[in-house]
Protein backbone atom coordinates (compact mmCIF):
# COMPACT_ATOMS: atom_id res chain seq x y z
CA UNK A 1 0.00 0.00 0.00
CA UNK A 2 1.26 3.18 -0.69
CA UNK A 3 0.04 6.85 -1.15
CA UNK A 4 0.87 9.91 -2.73
CA UNK A 5 0.22 13.75 -3.83
CA UNK A 6 0.07 14.87 -7.45
CA UNK A 7 0.68 18.72 -7.45
CA UNK A 8 1.66 20.06 -10.80
CA UNK A 9 1.42 24.18 -12.41
CA UNK A 10 1.97 26.07 -9.40
CA UNK A 11 4.44 28.84 -10.59
CA UNK A 12 5.86 30.13 -7.41
CA UNK A 13 6.59 33.44 -8.48
CA UNK A 14 4.06 34.47 -10.51
CA UNK A 15 2.41 37.67 -10.37
CA UNK A 16 3.81 41.08 -9.48
CA UNK A 17 0.81 41.76 -7.82
CA UNK A 18 1.70 40.91 -3.76
CA UNK A 19 -1.63 39.72 -2.86
CA UNK A 20 -1.81 37.31 -5.87
CA UNK A 21 1.86 36.54 -5.43
CA UNK A 22 1.26 35.38 -1.93
CA UNK A 23 -1.76 33.52 -2.35
CA UNK A 24 0.05 31.68 -4.94
CA UNK A 25 2.94 30.79 -2.96
CA UNK A 26 -0.18 29.81 0.28
CA UNK A 27 -1.40 27.55 -1.71
CA UNK A 28 1.67 25.70 -2.23
CA UNK A 29 2.89 25.51 1.66
CA UNK A 30 -1.15 24.42 1.77
CA UNK A 31 -0.54 21.51 -0.20
CA UNK A 32 1.97 20.52 1.39
CA UNK A 33 1.05 20.82 4.58
CA UNK A 34 -1.98 18.91 3.85
CA UNK A 35 -0.22 16.23 1.93
CA UNK A 36 1.31 15.96 5.77
CA UNK A 37 -1.69 15.78 7.54
CA UNK A 38 -2.95 13.26 5.08
CA UNK A 39 0.54 11.09 5.90
CA UNK A 40 1.18 10.97 1.81
CA UNK A 41 4.71 8.52 0.97
CA UNK A 42 5.88 11.04 -1.72
CA UNK A 43 4.27 14.29 -3.36
CA UNK A 44 5.13 14.33 -7.43
CA UNK A 45 5.28 17.45 -8.70
CA UNK A 46 4.31 17.45 -12.74
CA UNK A 47 6.05 20.55 -14.09
CA UNK A 48 6.31 24.08 -13.75
CA UNK A 49 7.29 24.61 -9.47
CA UNK A 50 8.38 28.44 -11.03
CA UNK A 51 7.32 30.74 -12.68
CA UNK A 52 10.96 31.48 -14.49
CA UNK A 53 14.14 29.77 -13.66
CA UNK A 54 15.67 32.25 -11.91
CA UNK A 55 12.47 33.88 -9.56
CA UNK A 56 12.92 36.58 -7.04
CA UNK A 57 14.43 34.18 -3.94
CA UNK A 58 13.11 36.28 -1.08
CA UNK A 59 9.63 35.73 -1.95
CA UNK A 60 10.09 32.19 -2.74
CA UNK A 61 12.16 31.60 0.38
CA UNK A 62 9.06 30.40 2.77
CA UNK A 63 8.16 27.97 -0.03
CA UNK A 64 11.79 26.44 -0.31
CA UNK A 65 11.35 26.35 3.92
CA UNK A 66 8.66 24.33 3.79
CA UNK A 67 9.64 21.82 1.16
CA UNK A 68 12.60 21.30 3.58
CA UNK A 69 10.62 21.03 6.19
CA UNK A 70 8.68 18.16 4.25
CA UNK A 71 11.92 16.52 3.04
CA UNK A 72 13.38 16.16 6.87
CA UNK A 73 10.03 14.36 8.33
CA UNK A 74 11.23 11.55 5.31
CA UNK A 75 8.96 13.08 2.59
CA UNK A 76 10.60 12.81 -0.90
CA UNK A 77 9.46 15.63 -3.22
CA UNK A 78 9.60 14.04 -6.77
CA UNK A 79 9.80 16.06 -9.89
CA UNK A 80 10.19 17.22 -13.23
CA UNK A 81 11.13 20.49 -15.29
CA UNK A 82 8.73 22.07 -16.61
CA UNK A 83 8.69 24.55 -19.60
CA UNK A 84 9.01 27.32 -17.10
CA UNK A 85 11.45 25.97 -15.02
CA UNK A 86 13.79 25.54 -17.47
CA UNK A 87 16.50 27.42 -18.54
CA UNK A 88 18.68 26.88 -21.82
CA UNK A 89 21.67 28.20 -19.66
CA UNK A 90 21.27 25.53 -17.00
CA UNK A 91 21.08 28.29 -14.75
CA UNK A 92 17.41 27.62 -12.35
CA UNK A 93 16.50 27.66 -8.90
CA UNK A 94 15.38 23.74 -9.66
CA UNK A 95 19.21 22.96 -10.33
CA UNK A 96 19.77 24.28 -6.89
CA UNK A 97 17.08 22.45 -5.04
CA UNK A 98 17.93 19.39 -7.01
CA UNK A 99 21.64 19.42 -5.75
CA UNK A 100 20.73 20.42 -2.33
CA UNK A 101 18.67 17.21 -2.14
CA UNK A 102 15.18 19.25 -1.79
CA UNK A 103 14.28 17.86 -4.93
CA UNK A 104 14.62 14.68 -6.42
CA UNK A 105 14.86 14.83 -10.09
CA UNK A 106 12.63 12.22 -12.00
CA UNK A 107 14.08 12.52 -15.31
CA UNK A 108 17.19 9.98 -15.56
CA UNK A 109 18.09 8.97 -19.12
CA UNK A 110 20.55 6.40 -21.31
CA UNK A 111 20.90 6.60 -24.96
CA UNK A 112 21.27 3.16 -26.06
CA UNK A 113 20.98 2.18 -30.27
CA UNK A 114 19.33 5.50 -30.84
CA UNK A 115 17.20 5.11 -28.10
CA UNK A 116 16.74 6.81 -25.18
CA UNK A 117 16.03 4.57 -22.23
CA UNK A 118 14.41 5.91 -19.58
CA UNK A 119 15.41 4.84 -15.71
CA UNK A 120 13.03 4.73 -12.76
CA UNK A 121 13.53 6.41 -9.72
CA UNK A 122 12.59 3.45 -7.03
CA UNK A 123 10.11 4.99 -4.12
CA UNK A 124 12.27 3.36 -0.79
CA UNK A 125 8.93 3.72 1.11
CA UNK A 126 6.66 2.32 -1.26
CA UNK A 127 8.45 0.59 -4.04
CA UNK A 128 6.93 2.51 -6.79
CA UNK A 129 8.45 2.82 -10.05
CA UNK A 130 8.35 6.69 -10.86
CA UNK A 131 9.36 7.17 -14.34
CA UNK A 132 9.77 11.37 -15.73
CA UNK A 133 10.20 13.27 -18.69
CA UNK A 134 11.13 17.03 -18.73
CA UNK A 135 9.15 19.82 -20.78
CA UNK A 136 11.30 22.47 -23.04
CA UNK A 137 9.88 25.33 -24.25
CA UNK A 138 7.19 24.70 -27.47
CA UNK A 139 7.29 21.25 -26.93
CA UNK A 140 10.47 20.94 -27.84
CA UNK A 141 11.20 17.46 -26.18
CA UNK A 142 8.61 15.55 -28.47
CA UNK A 143 11.85 15.19 -29.93
CA UNK A 144 13.09 12.75 -27.37
CA UNK A 145 9.74 11.67 -26.48
CA UNK A 146 9.50 9.83 -29.77
CA UNK A 147 12.71 7.94 -29.12
CA UNK A 148 11.74 7.01 -25.45
CA UNK A 149 11.60 3.44 -24.28
CA UNK A 150 11.05 1.97 -20.85
CA UNK A 151 11.43 -1.80 -19.20
CA UNK A 152 9.91 -1.70 -15.89
CA UNK A 153 9.16 -4.90 -13.81
CA UNK A 154 5.72 -6.13 -14.26
CA UNK A 155 4.64 -6.74 -10.72
CA UNK A 156 5.43 -2.92 -9.60
CA UNK A 157 3.12 0.57 -9.30
CA UNK A 158 4.55 2.39 -12.26
CA UNK A 159 4.09 6.26 -12.44
CA UNK A 160 4.76 8.12 -15.53
CA UNK A 161 5.38 11.70 -14.57
CA UNK A 162 5.86 14.35 -17.56
CA UNK A 163 4.76 18.15 -18.88
CA UNK A 164 3.31 18.39 -22.25
CA UNK A 165 -0.05 18.59 -23.64
CA UNK A 166 -1.01 15.67 -25.10
CA UNK A 167 -3.05 15.33 -28.75
CA UNK A 168 -7.09 14.67 -28.17
CA UNK A 169 -6.97 15.24 -24.54
CA UNK A 170 -7.90 18.41 -23.46
CA UNK A 171 -11.46 19.38 -23.47
CA UNK A 172 -10.34 23.20 -23.63
CA UNK A 173 -7.30 24.35 -25.58
CA UNK A 174 -7.33 28.30 -24.81
CA UNK A 175 -4.33 28.27 -25.04
CA UNK A 176 -3.46 26.80 -28.69
CA UNK A 177 -0.05 25.07 -26.99
CA UNK A 178 1.96 22.62 -29.26
CA UNK A 179 0.91 18.67 -28.19
CA UNK A 180 2.50 15.88 -28.80
CA UNK A 181 0.44 12.46 -29.96
CA UNK A 182 -0.33 10.06 -27.70
CA UNK A 183 1.69 6.97 -29.70
CA UNK A 184 4.78 9.35 -28.04
CA UNK A 185 3.73 8.26 -24.72
CA UNK A 186 5.26 5.05 -23.01
CA UNK A 187 1.96 2.37 -22.56
CA UNK A 188 1.01 0.15 -19.72
CA UNK A 189 2.02 2.64 -16.63
CA UNK A 190 -0.30 2.57 -13.80
CA UNK A 191 -0.53 6.28 -13.54
CA UNK A 192 0.25 9.17 -16.13
CA UNK A 193 1.15 12.74 -13.31
CA UNK A 194 0.49 15.32 -15.99
CA UNK A 195 1.42 18.75 -16.04
CA UNK A 196 1.54 22.38 -18.69
CA UNK A 197 -2.26 22.14 -19.57
CA UNK A 198 -4.37 24.39 -17.23
CA UNK A 199 -7.09 22.23 -16.72
CA UNK A 200 -8.28 19.36 -14.65
CA UNK A 201 -7.98 16.08 -16.62
CA UNK A 202 -8.88 12.46 -15.25
CA UNK A 203 -9.86 9.97 -17.62
CA UNK A 204 -8.80 5.98 -18.31
CA UNK A 205 -7.00 5.72 -21.81
CA UNK A 206 -7.30 1.62 -23.17
CA UNK A 207 -3.58 0.15 -23.39
CA UNK A 208 -2.03 2.86 -21.23
CA UNK A 209 -3.85 3.91 -17.88
CA UNK A 210 -5.57 6.40 -15.72
CA UNK A 211 -4.65 9.61 -17.14
CA UNK A 212 -4.11 12.50 -14.63
CA UNK A 213 -3.95 16.51 -15.46
CA UNK A 214 -4.42 18.40 -11.88
CA UNK A 215 -4.41 21.83 -13.45
CA UNK A 216 -2.84 24.77 -11.90
CA UNK A 217 -2.43 24.77 -8.34
CA UNK A 218 -3.53 28.39 -8.13
CA UNK A 219 -3.01 30.57 -10.79
CA UNK A 220 -0.46 32.14 -12.98
CA UNK A 221 -2.45 34.47 -15.03
CA UNK A 222 -5.46 36.58 -15.47
CA UNK A 223 -7.14 33.21 -17.48
CA UNK A 224 -6.69 30.96 -14.38
CA UNK A 225 -8.47 33.36 -11.96
CA UNK A 226 -11.43 34.35 -14.53
CA UNK A 227 -11.78 30.29 -14.15
CA UNK A 228 -11.78 30.47 -10.85
CA UNK A 229 -14.22 33.09 -10.76
CA UNK A 230 -16.55 31.45 -12.60
CA UNK A 231 -16.89 28.73 -10.65
CA UNK A 232 -13.52 26.51 -11.91
CA UNK A 233 -11.79 24.84 -9.18
CA UNK A 234 -7.76 24.23 -8.72
CA UNK A 235 -6.10 22.17 -6.48
CA UNK A 236 -4.07 18.55 -6.29
CA UNK A 237 -4.72 14.87 -6.63
CA UNK A 238 -4.04 12.27 -3.44
CA UNK A 239 -3.72 8.81 -4.68
CA UNK A 240 -3.82 5.55 -2.75
CA UNK A 241 -2.57 2.19 -4.83
CA UNK A 242 -1.14 -0.98 -4.48
CA UNK A 243 -0.69 -3.15 -7.21
CA UNK A 244 -2.88 -1.17 -9.23
CA UNK A 245 -5.08 2.69 -7.61
CA UNK A 246 -7.01 2.30 -5.05
CA UNK A 247 -8.29 5.72 -4.67
CA UNK A 248 -8.00 8.93 -6.14
CA UNK A 249 -9.05 12.12 -4.88
CA UNK A 250 -9.01 15.81 -5.92
CA UNK A 251 -8.65 18.02 -2.79
CA UNK A 252 -9.63 21.58 -3.89
CA UNK A 253 -8.16 24.66 -2.91
CA UNK A 254 -10.32 27.73 -1.50
CA UNK A 255 -7.94 30.25 -0.85
CA UNK A 256 -9.53 32.75 -3.08
CA UNK A 257 -12.25 33.20 -5.22
CA UNK A 258 -12.25 36.70 -7.29
CA UNK A 259 -15.39 38.74 -8.42
CA UNK A 260 -14.85 39.12 -12.01
CA UNK A 261 -16.53 41.60 -14.31
CA UNK A 262 -16.76 42.12 -18.15
CA UNK A 263 -17.32 44.91 -20.21
CA UNK A 264 -18.29 44.14 -24.21
CA UNK A 265 -16.49 46.84 -25.77
CA UNK A 266 -17.96 46.85 -29.06
CA UNK A 267 -18.61 49.90 -30.92
CA UNK A 268 -18.04 51.99 -27.68
CA UNK A 269 -15.95 54.58 -27.24
CA UNK A 270 -13.55 54.70 -24.20
CA UNK A 271 -15.90 57.41 -22.72
CA UNK A 272 -18.72 54.77 -22.55
CA UNK A 273 -16.59 52.05 -21.27
CA UNK A 274 -15.18 53.97 -18.08
CA UNK A 275 -18.92 54.83 -17.48
CA UNK A 276 -20.24 51.69 -17.81
CA UNK A 277 -17.07 50.37 -15.49
CA UNK A 278 -17.28 52.77 -12.80
CA UNK A 279 -21.04 52.08 -12.17
CA UNK A 280 -20.40 48.43 -12.25
CA UNK A 281 -17.57 48.88 -9.60
CA UNK A 282 -19.45 51.04 -7.48
CA UNK A 283 -22.37 48.51 -7.25
CA UNK A 284 -20.22 45.72 -6.03
CA UNK A 285 -18.97 45.01 -2.25
CA UNK A 286 -15.57 44.63 -2.57
CA UNK A 287 -14.39 44.75 1.39
CA UNK A 288 -11.30 42.32 1.29
CA UNK A 289 -12.33 40.93 -2.11
CA UNK A 290 -10.16 40.69 -5.61
CA UNK A 291 -11.36 42.45 -8.65
CA UNK A 292 -11.04 40.74 -12.52
CA UNK A 293 -12.15 43.26 -14.63
CA UNK A 294 -11.75 42.12 -18.12
CA UNK A 295 -12.54 44.87 -21.19
CA UNK A 296 -12.47 43.18 -24.47
CA UNK A 297 -13.93 43.90 -28.31
CA UNK A 298 -13.37 46.83 -30.83
CA UNK A 299 -13.71 50.34 -29.53
CA UNK A 300 -15.43 52.17 -32.41
CA UNK A 301 -13.31 54.96 -32.20
CA UNK A 302 -10.26 56.27 -29.72
CA UNK A 303 -7.46 54.48 -28.20
CA UNK A 304 -7.12 51.82 -25.73
CA UNK A 305 -4.70 53.70 -23.59
CA UNK A 306 -7.57 55.98 -23.16
CA UNK A 307 -9.24 53.69 -20.80
CA UNK A 308 -7.96 55.37 -17.56
CA UNK A 309 -6.76 52.11 -15.69
CA UNK A 310 -4.94 54.29 -12.79
CA UNK A 311 -8.38 55.96 -12.40
CA UNK A 312 -10.49 52.40 -12.09
CA UNK A 313 -7.61 51.34 -9.45
CA UNK A 314 -7.74 53.82 -7.26
CA UNK A 315 -11.96 53.47 -7.28
CA UNK A 316 -11.18 49.80 -6.15
CA UNK A 317 -8.51 50.89 -3.53
CA UNK A 318 -11.47 53.16 -1.99
CA UNK A 319 -14.01 50.38 -1.70
CA UNK A 320 -11.41 48.41 0.71
CA UNK A 321 -10.61 45.55 -2.03
CA UNK A 322 -7.84 43.61 -1.29
CA UNK A 323 -7.05 44.63 -5.35
CA UNK A 324 -7.89 44.65 -9.31
CA UNK A 325 -6.66 43.09 -11.82
CA UNK A 326 -7.44 44.78 -15.07
CA UNK A 327 -7.11 42.98 -18.89
CA UNK A 328 -7.18 44.59 -21.65
CA UNK A 329 -5.35 42.18 -23.75
CA UNK A 330 -8.85 41.72 -26.17
CA UNK A 331 -9.12 45.28 -26.14
CA UNK A 332 -8.52 46.63 -30.06
CA UNK A 333 -9.55 49.95 -31.97
CA UNK A 334 -10.25 50.62 -35.14
CA UNK A 335 -7.74 53.24 -35.40
CA UNK A 336 -5.21 50.96 -34.62
CA UNK A 337 -4.79 47.59 -35.51
CA UNK A 338 -0.66 45.62 -34.51
CA UNK A 339 -0.11 41.71 -34.94
CA UNK A 340 -3.22 39.87 -34.44
CA UNK A 341 -3.13 37.34 -31.81
CA UNK A 342 -4.88 34.27 -31.17
CA UNK A 343 -3.56 33.03 -27.94
CA UNK A 344 -4.35 34.16 -24.27
CA UNK A 345 -1.68 32.52 -22.79
CA UNK A 346 1.42 34.91 -21.73
CA UNK A 347 3.93 32.67 -22.65
CA UNK A 348 2.40 31.36 -26.09
CA UNK A 349 1.42 35.33 -26.85
CA UNK A 350 5.38 35.61 -26.97
CA UNK A 351 5.65 32.81 -29.10
CA UNK A 352 3.31 33.66 -31.69
CA UNK A 353 4.96 37.27 -31.76
CA UNK A 354 8.25 36.01 -32.26
CA UNK A 355 6.46 33.30 -35.15
CA UNK A 356 4.85 36.26 -37.10
CA UNK A 357 8.01 38.54 -36.75
CA UNK A 358 10.21 35.92 -37.85
CA UNK A 359 8.61 35.22 -41.24
CA UNK A 360 8.67 38.90 -42.06
CA UNK A 361 12.60 38.73 -40.79
CA UNK A 362 14.80 39.59 -44.10
CA UNK A 363 18.18 39.69 -42.80
CA UNK A 364 20.73 37.19 -43.60
CA UNK A 365 21.61 35.63 -40.73
CA UNK A 366 20.27 31.93 -40.91
CA UNK A 367 20.35 31.30 -37.25
CA UNK A 368 17.30 33.86 -36.53
CA UNK A 369 15.28 31.84 -38.81
CA UNK A 370 12.90 29.17 -37.93
CA UNK A 371 12.34 27.06 -34.87
CA UNK A 372 15.57 27.88 -33.72
CA UNK A 373 15.12 31.66 -34.05
CA UNK A 374 11.93 31.17 -31.92
CA UNK A 375 14.11 29.66 -29.26
CA UNK A 376 16.45 31.76 -29.45
CA UNK A 377 14.34 34.83 -28.96
CA UNK A 378 12.28 33.27 -25.89
CA UNK A 379 15.47 32.12 -24.08
CA UNK A 380 17.01 36.20 -24.59
CA UNK A 381 13.76 37.39 -23.27
CA UNK A 382 13.84 35.21 -19.98
CA UNK A 383 17.14 36.06 -20.26
CA UNK A 384 15.75 39.66 -19.51
CA UNK A 385 13.43 38.88 -16.45
CA UNK A 386 16.57 37.37 -14.15
CA UNK A 387 17.12 40.36 -11.89
CA UNK A 388 20.57 40.96 -9.73
CA UNK A 389 20.46 39.19 -6.36
CA UNK A 390 21.12 40.86 -3.58
CA UNK A 391 24.68 39.77 -2.72
CA UNK A 392 25.37 40.21 -6.20
CA UNK A 393 27.49 42.53 -7.15
CA UNK A 394 26.76 44.71 -10.72
CA UNK A 395 30.04 43.68 -12.31
CA UNK A 396 29.26 40.18 -11.68
CA UNK A 397 25.72 40.02 -12.66
CA UNK A 398 26.45 42.14 -16.50
CA UNK A 399 29.34 39.15 -16.49
CA UNK A 400 26.58 36.41 -15.97
CA UNK A 401 24.49 38.30 -18.30
CA UNK A 402 27.13 38.51 -21.09
CA UNK A 403 27.85 34.55 -20.65
CA UNK A 404 24.44 33.18 -20.58
CA UNK A 405 23.98 35.57 -23.68
CA UNK A 406 26.77 34.29 -25.24
CA UNK A 407 25.29 30.37 -24.89
CA UNK A 408 21.94 31.40 -25.93
CA UNK A 409 22.98 32.74 -28.98
CA UNK A 410 26.48 30.63 -29.30
CA UNK A 411 29.53 31.54 -28.67
CA UNK A 412 31.34 32.14 -31.95
CA UNK A 413 28.25 34.38 -33.07
CA UNK A 414 28.49 36.16 -30.04
CA UNK A 415 31.78 37.39 -30.33
Known amino acids: MGRFSHISDVHLGAFNDPYLRKRNIDSFIWALEKSLEENVDFII ?11 DVPQITNAIKKMREIVERDIRIYAIYGSHDYSVTGSSIYSILVAAGIISDLH ?10 LEPVVDDKTGAYIYGMYARKGAMESEIFEKITINPPSDVFKIFAFHSAISGISKDMQFNMPEIPISYIPKNMDYYAGGHIHERIEMDLPEYGKMVYPGPLFASTFVDLEKIAKGGSCGFYIVDFSKGINKIEFIENE ?6 VEINANGKIPEEIM ?7 EALQLDGRYLLLKIWGELSSGRTSEVDRKKLIEIVKKKNAAGININVSQLTSREFKGIEITNRNQGNIELEIFEKF ?6 KNESLIGERGKNIAISLLNLLRIEKNDNESGPDF ?3 IINATGKIIGEEEWK
Do not use: C, H, M, W
Not at 48 to 54: G, M, Q, S, V, W
Not at 108 to 117: A, H, L, M, P, Q
Not at 275 to 281: F, L, M, N, T, Y
Open 398 to 400: KNK
Open 108 to 117: RSREDNGKIV
Open 275 to 281: REAISRI
Open 255 to 260: IIRPEL
Open 45 to 55: ISGDLFNTPIP
Open 358 to 363: LKQYGG
